[in-house]
């Protein structure tokens, strides 16, 4: 059974920085792309941050220079380091893999 659990969300003030991370079972994540997409209230879920198999990585418009994603093999554990948060960056993020493949969500509330 493919699972993937989000952990590392929380409250942090504008200026702060937080690292998510993604716990995958049941999928090798070095084997494929995988991705962070964010929700804030009322707006649609958006792309974040991508890592592929071969580890080129890439990271949205609105977060590019603040957003780093890497991955532990070993561990099989996708993370998302998000620096200088702003109050726009509140939302749930998500972890995915192999399209349609979500984690539960973890809530990321940035305060000015």
């Known amino acids: 059974q493919v699972q993937l659990v989000e952990s590392g969300g929380g409250s942090v003030q504008a200026g702060g920085s937080l690292r998510l991370s993604c716990t995958a079972s049941?999928?090798?994540?070095?084997?494929?792309?995988m991705r962070w997409y964010r929700q804030a209230p009322g707006k649609q879920r958006e792309f974040v941050a991508a890592i592929t198999r071969v580890g080129t990585t890439d990271c949205a418009d609105s977060v590019k220079g603040r957003c780093t994603i890497s991955r532990d093999n070993a561990k099989n554990i996708v993370y998302l380091q998000m620096n200088s948060l702003q109050p726009e960056d509140t939302a749930i993020y998500y972890c995915?893999?192999?399209?349609?493949?979500w984690g539960q969500g973890i809530q990321v509330t940035v305060s000015s």
């Open positions: 995915n893999s192999l399209g349609g493949i």
């Open positions: 049941g999928i090798t994540i070095s084997t494929l792309t």
